[in-house]
């Protein structure tokens, strides 16, 4: 028995959303072991990979102090704050080099990096290869 069109789509939006309030759920469970302050510079940096990520937008948002900040966040997620947003850059680069043909200059201004120099440097580090080799 075949199912009408508006059945199909109540079906397709159904499981949507079942992805998405599981995703939600696993997410704030893998969040509850951070603090507030470190929950919400990640969910921040989750959200936006181009805007300023930098320590001191989050300590003065958090109306905390720098070094204090800086700690924290080493502290409870195992790096510093500037290696968590490179790493994250870099995996979403990833993503954009295999699944789209974006030039290499528009997947850096995408992943929030500008100098596509600096970016090329930046994938090597962490990858061992260039933007181009991993597209390959």
Known sequence: HLL???QRQMCIRDR???VQSYCQLVE????SSYSDPIRQILVTID???TGDLSL???????F???SYLSTLFKKEV???LTDYVNANRIEYA??????????????AATCGIPDVHYFTRLFRRITGMTPREWRR
């Open 78 to 80: 195992g790096m510093t």
């Open 64 to 66: 905390l102090n720098t």
């Open 56 to 62: 001191k937008r989050f300590a003065s948002e958090l």
């Open 16 to 18: 949507s959303y079942m």
């Open 47 to 49: 959200a936006s990979l």
């Open 4 to 6: 009408s069109r508006r």
């Open 28 to 31: 704030q469970r893998s969040m």
């Open 94 to 107: 990833k993503k954009l080099l295999r699944s789209t043909l974006l030039p290499v200059q528009d997947v």
